[in-house]
């Protein structure tokens, strides 16, 4: 049964200007009492890695390709729109900080100390060649079996 | 509860073709019936925007620069793939008018008189320095609690 | 009344990576025993064209082009981020073949064993000028309000 206490956002882009919104409506619903669970895939994990990852073995060639490309990390986000290689992410953070709106590190500050729940991939993480290493503590990882379970008891399930 | 007369869009993105769908199904389920509200955050603004806003004064520097480089209403929308530069933005709309398919202008005033509830999100109107002024008439403005408020109450929510 | 075996999804995006991910969400629901609707529009609809469509006549001009330059079927979708002009795909199904990850193919071939019912949305192909001999077959041709109605019934409806 739906239970209006619960929802559940699939984290698939890696945008800045996306994963914010995210997270923004994840801890708006846990401000108001929801229980929150975020499911991190594709470009989503890129928000979770860690600036400075710890060398990590066992990567075939490709998947440490696209793990060389892939940005570190919320510092490392570029917009969906207007990005202008990284100028159009910049100028938004610094419009963020002079409106006192929250950065997306500290969003995600907020959304581990509200109990969201935050699930990554790891089908995505096999294809992209992340390990557990590389991202921050804290997640659980699943498959979509586990996403389709917290979303059989939600009654808001978004994809962004 | 849900309810089966209650929907929601999160309308984030500025694409011409996902404002498009965005306004599509609002209006079918409108004409079904249904209550419908539409969330308007970040470049789904755009698709709000006067065509020939007024001078707004209190903008700060960066603020003013997205403002500028953002499209000004529903005729300055690029398609999200094969824009070439506004130019297949023009096709799909010269198309659309081949079809008989409404245009996103028709779309939006049909949207306003079925009573769709289109609501502008502040914190992204302050993030891109966008002013009510600048808007079209008519929008709730509000915050996330506003939009999850209506969300709980709805049995469709769609992030477009 | 919302049911907990019934989920939608619509498949907005042509983007491999994308479509890739609603077709696995769709495949693990149905293995769950969840009904499911995949309702495709827009540039959704070319993961369902024919790699080698029937020559069509009644085409206007523009509709023609859009048929030209629009990927025809999975083999030829490109990637949301990092496609470098088809580098980036070709990268990806590399590296899910090595994962023992399914490819698009196999998921849409699993999609139609499990019953997953699947909708083109009639006004789409009308402005993209694809004709249903040009896309697989086993589809239901439908309007808005055919998705409306099955979303009605369903207690997940994701837009990708």
Do not use: H
């Not at 696209?66 to 990284?86: A, D, E, H």
């Amino acid at each position: 049964m739906a239970d209006t206490t619960r929802k559940t956002i699939i984290v698939f882009s890696g945008d800045l200007d996306k994963v914010l919104a995210a997270f923004v409506i994840a801890n708006g619903a846990a401000a108001m009492g929801d229980d929150v669970t975020m499911f991190f895939t594709f470009w989503g994990l890129n928000a979770l890695r860690k600036p400075t990852g710890p060398r990590v073995n066992g990567k075939s060639f490709l998947q440490g390709m696209f793990g060389r490309m892939m940005p570190r990390g919320p510092q490392k986000l570029g917009l969906s729109k207007m990005n202008f290689g990284g100028m159009g992410a910049k100028m938004m953070k610094l419009v963020m900080r002079q409106q006192n709106v929250s950065s997306l590190d500290e969003l995600i500050e907020t959304a581990r100390e509200q109990g969201i729940k935050m699930m990554a991939c790891t089908m995505s993480m096999d294809v992209m060649g992340l390990k557990p290493e590389e991202l921050i503590d804290g997640l659980e990882y699943v498959g979509v079996a586990s996403y389709l379970g917290e979303a059989d008891e939600a009654n808001v399930n978004l994809f962004v």
